[in-house]
């Protein structure tokens, strides 16, 4: 149980686009969705919490206009990249914990690599 | 604030072997949980081990148990009879309900000699 998946698994996109990648929560509800954004051999780097129909909270320092999170349900959140340009070329990861379990624990998604051009 | 420290950026082990890698981390929260992930090649980050700072029992799931010193903030992860699919790089992590979020070390790559 617990499992979290991600599509695209992989995007290329043209410097200027916008990308959308999605976040599922395949067997269960979850109450707060994460987005990480992960550089190659470097630890995950928090970018925003939401939580379903509320306004996702930025950490210090990511643009909220550029890296867009919408939460419709309990089991789909969204992270669109807007005006991709080389330097967003990352890999981002979403996480979610589960309405009836451990808030503490967090189930992974199996991440997106997305390279601007 | 909190933080986790993963000093080693890399260790290896041979096949069979046990392994132990280290963790140290900050919070001013007396209610915790403490975490080691393990991300292999696929880059799909899988929870290890799950550790609740109100317990003293060291957490244990089949070949890795964890080291908890509470007062000394430490929260090491031991592999026992290592194999070559435990390669993979290793994050610590902690977890208050202060700021319900995960706070990562910087990780270690773990690599298994056959």
């Known amino acids: 149980g617990a499992v979290v998946s991600q599509h695209p698994s992989r995007v290329i996109c043209k410097s200027g686009t916008s990308v959308k990648i999605e976040c599922r929560s395949l067997d269960f509800q979850a109450t707060t969705m994460f987005w990480y954004r992960q550089f190659p051999k470097k630890s995950l780097m928090l970018m925003a919490t939401s939580n379903e129909g509320s306004k996702a909270t930025y950490e210090q320092g990511v643009e909220k206009d550029k890296f867009l999170i919408n939460h419709a349900s309990l089991t789909l959140s969204t992270l669109t990249v807007t005006s991709a340009h080389p330097e967003d070329s990352s890999f981002y990861i979403c996480?979610?914990?589960?309405?009836?379990?451990?808030?503490?624990?967090?189930?992974f998604g199996p991440g997106t690599r997305l390279t601007v051009l | 604030a909190q933080t986790v420290t993963q000093s080693q950026p890399e260790m290896s082990v041979q096949e069979a072997e046990t392994v132990t890698l280290s963790c140290t981390y900050d919070t001013s929260e007396s209610d915790y949980y403490l975490f080691w992930y393990k991300q292999p090649p696929s880059r799909q980050m899988i929870l290890v081990i799950r550790q609740e700072a109100y317990k003293q029992q060291n957490a244990t799931e089949n070949r890795f148990s964890v080291n908890f010193q509470k007062a000394a903030k430490s929260f090491s992860l031991k592999i026992s009879d290592s194999q070559l699919g435990d390669a993979a790089m290793y994050f610590c992590a902690s977890y208050t309900g202060a700021n319900s979020k995960l706070t990562f070390g910087k990780g270690i790559t773990l690599s298994v000699r056959p």
């Open positions: 996480s979610a914990d589960t309405l009836a379990g451990q808030r503490d624990t967090q189930y």
